[in-house]
């Protein structure tokens, strides 16, 4: 796919410490359709193991996530 053409939304966590990244993307999936996919950024250093458990309590699917400095994860909406 061409990444110009990639209209998935993506949320800028990074700088954002534990619960605020799961927060905001706690709001902004509420504003996408199911079967819908958001990227979502952040630093956290607990933001791989929140996100986990946020989608399992919720019922979503990390399609990716890429651990680096700043990290970003593919969330699908249930």
């Given at each position: 796919?061409?990444a110009?053409a990639?209209?998935?939304?993506?949320?800028?966590?990074?700088g954002m410490?534990?619960?605020m990244?799961?927060v905001r993307l706690?709001?902004?999936i509420?504003?996408?359709?199911?079967?819908?996919?958001?990227?979502?950024e952040?630093?956290?250093p607990a933001?791989?193991?929140?996100?986990?458990?946020?989608?399992?309590?919720?019922?979503?699917?990390?399609l990716?996530?890429?651990?680096g400095?700043i990290?970003r994860?593919?969330?699908?909406?249930?």
């Amino acid at each position: 796919m061409d990444a110009s053409a990639d209209t998935r939304p993506v949320l800028d966590c990074t700088g954002m410490n534990c619960p605020m990244p799961i927060v905001r993307l706690s709001q902004a999936i509420h504003g996408i359709d199911s079967g819908a996919q958001i990227v979502i950024e952040a630093n956290d250093p607990a933001f791989r193991a929140d996100l986990e458990a946020w989608v399992r309590r919720f019922g979503h699917t990390i399609l990716t996530f890429d651990e680096g400095p700043i990290s970003r994860a593919t969330v699908l909406k249930k």
